[in-house]
């Protein structure tokens, strides 16, 4: 007998609202469509159930006993965990003023009452498409440790990836999404990127390797963040182990467990090239495996 698998839903959209007609209309045009529904009948049970589930995309009334919609949303987009989820209003036609100010709490689109069903697909469908974009973007950018942040003119940090936060604790470099970043730090980003508009610009900063480049937005900078050598004397290792300045690099990275594919990222190579300079590596040292190699390195480390 054949399994049949649950076809996925296209995406999960919650809708918040306090009147039954209107929950009802909406969930059965997008359940019928594909979408998993969740419904709130108020901004406080809304927020009850983002604490464990976050949908694609949040379907709002601005008009609701208790904490109305803007407040909901002020709120949802006041909250790291939920900021991002895309909020659109639903709102009664020629009701400007209440459509503005859900736009200034962080809506991005809204639907206008009554309710036309290929409207209210169309914007959904939309949303539902461009959040999972982001969010394959924002797992990329995870996933290959690729270590990046953006300021603006002012020096404050719009927007960071996950390991460069994470390399910024390291060096207990405090950081806030909005703030600015530490004066010496920030000098240096903004004159490295200011030098020359058309190159990037490689820096230091305490163990940070940062290279600075003009941003898609011409008012902000964006920042690439490496953690440098540290202990490792990669000038003595090239001269006591016979290896090019390219290969001392690709050792030290060996031997803090990045793999070839991160490597490239970081040293804007691609992992062929970096198996390349490993294999003539291996051949200069008279070993056969990463951890040996890194094994002569770190004595020799020691020793200087």
């Given amino acids: 007998m054949a399994i049949e698998i649950a076809a996925e839903p296209l995406g999960t959209v919650m809708i918040v609202d306090d009147t039954p007609a209107n929950l009802a209309l909406l969930s059965d045009a997008l359940q019928e469509q594909g979408y998993r529904v969740l419904v709130a009948t108020d901004g406080y049970s809304?927020?009850?159930?983002?604490?464990?589930?976050?949908?694609?995309?949040?379907?709002?009334?601005?008009?609701?006993?208790?904490?109305?919609?803007?407040?909901?949303?002020?709120?949802?987009?006041?909250n790291d965990d939920t900021r991002q989820i895309p909020i659109l209003f639903m709102t009664a036609l020629g009701d400007l003023d209440n459509l503005l100010r859900g736009f200034n709490e962080g809506a991005i689109d809204y639907i206008v009452k009554p309710f036309r069903h290929e409207e209210v697909l169309a914007r959904v469908g939309a949303q539902v498409a461009q959040r999972r974009t982001l969010a394959r973007v924002e797992q990329t950018l995870t996933e290959t440790a690729l270590a990046a942040l953006a300021i603006d003119a002012q020096g404050a940090i719009t927007w960071i990836t996950p390991p460069a936060a994470e390399l910024l604790r390291e060096c207990a470099i405090d950081y806030v999404i909005g703030a600015s970043l530490p004066p010496a730090l920030l000098d240096l980003a903004i004159g490295g990127a200011s030098a020359d508009p058309d190159k990037a610009a490689?820096?230091?900063?305490?163990?940070?390797?940062?290279?600075s480049a003009p941003c898609?937005?011409?008012?902000e900078h964006l920042l690439l963040l490496q953690k440098t050598g540290g202990d490792w004397n990669l000038g003595t290792l090239r001269t006591e182990l016979g290896l090019t300045a390219r290969e001392a690099e690709i050792l030290m990275w060996i031997s803090r467990g990045k793999t070839n594919r991160e490597i490239g990222l970081i040293l804007d190579s691609s992992p062929r090239t970096v198996n390349k300079h490993l294999e003539h590596i291996f051949e200069k040292l008279g070993v056969a495996t990463r951890s040996a190699a890194v094994s002569k390195a770190l004595q020799h480390v020691k020793e200087n």
Avoid at 61 to 67: F, K, V, Y
Avoid at 202 to 211: E, T, V, Y
């Fill in 46 to 78: 809304a927020l009850e159930q983002l604490r464990y589930i976050k949908p694609d995309v949040i379907l709002l009334d601005g008009m609701m006993p208790g904490i109305d919609g803007f407040e909901t949303c002020h709120r949802i987009k006041q």
């Fill in 216 to 219: 898609f937005y011409q008012s």
């Fill in 202 to 211: 490689k820096i230091q900063f305490k163990s940070l390797s940062i290279k």
